[in-house]
């Protein structure tokens, strides 16, 4: 148990909803990053906060928004869903804003239909 | 550009020792990760290397050369439990150090 928390563990929803994707990170964690993993696909970095604050952006594509809370929890918005968007999501959290590991939540698996 | 290179699956025995090779070139470097990720569940934290060299944590080591954009990882031991994929992942200090993930080896172990 790495400690990252993330609900819910399954999601399954129609295209064209809009669906909220919740990350705890660890204790004393400032860092909370967001990926996702598509079937037979490397995990791609989607965006990161540190300290409520935007700090790096991947491919994350405009349907989708995150934000990181004053208790550090961060939410994962996908909006305007489309079948490609069936992927597990994961968070992951690190103490800073780079140098160290980052730890990895159980992941959200969403199926769009 | 950003590209990490792995095999995509290999087999070994119970028992044996398997070798993982990784490379990378990226617009800048700070540090080299290996996860292990069963399937469907989360990337668990194997090693961290920055420096060249060899480091070593129980039956797994991984290596790095930074001149060559080359690493490894080695498990030594084999056991059932160590089927899964990992992940060789470059921090990428051009890129405002974020993690970029090759897609992973496969890795089964046979009895």
């Known amino acids: 148990d790495s400690g990252v928390t993330q609900t819910p563990k399954h999601l399954i929803t129609a295209t064209g909803q809009r669906v909220t994707l919740r990350c705890s990170p660890r204790?004393?964690?400032?860092?909370v990053y967001w990926y996702q993993q598509s079937l037979d696909q490397g995990l791609q970095f989607l965006i990161q906060y540190y300290n409520g604050e935007e700090r790096a952006k991947g491919n994350i594509l405009e349907r989708f928004s995150a934000q990181q809370f004053p208790d550090l929890h961060s939410e994962l918005n996908l909006s305007s869903l489309e079948l490609g968007d069936s992927a597990l999501y994961f968070c992951?959290?690190?103490?800073?804003?780079?140098?160290?590991?980052?730890?990895f939540g159980p992941g959200t698996r969403l199926l769009v239909l | 550009g950003q590209n990490i290179d792995q095999p995509t699956e290999m087999t070994a025995t119970e028992g044996a020792i398997v070798q993982i090779n990784c490379t990378y070139q990226t617009s800048g470097f700070n540090g080299l990760f290996w996860y292990q990720q069963h399937a469907g569940e989360a990337p668990t934290f194997l090693s961290y290397n920055v420096l060249d060299g060899l480091e070593e944590k129980g039956r797994f080591s991984s290596f790095l050369s930074r001149s060559k954009g080359y690493s490894y990882l080695l498990l030594k031991e084999l056991q059932m439990k160590d089927s899964a994929s990992y992940l060789c992942?470059?921090?990428?200090?051009?890129?405002?150090?974020?993690?970029?993930f090759g897609t992973g080896t496969r890795l089964q172990v046979f009895p």
């Open positions: 204790s004393g964690d400032l860092s």
């Open positions: 992942a470059v921090r990428d200090r051009g890129n405002t150090d974020k993690l970029i």
């Open positions: 992951a959290s690190s103490p800073g804003q780079s140098d160290e590991t980052q730890y």
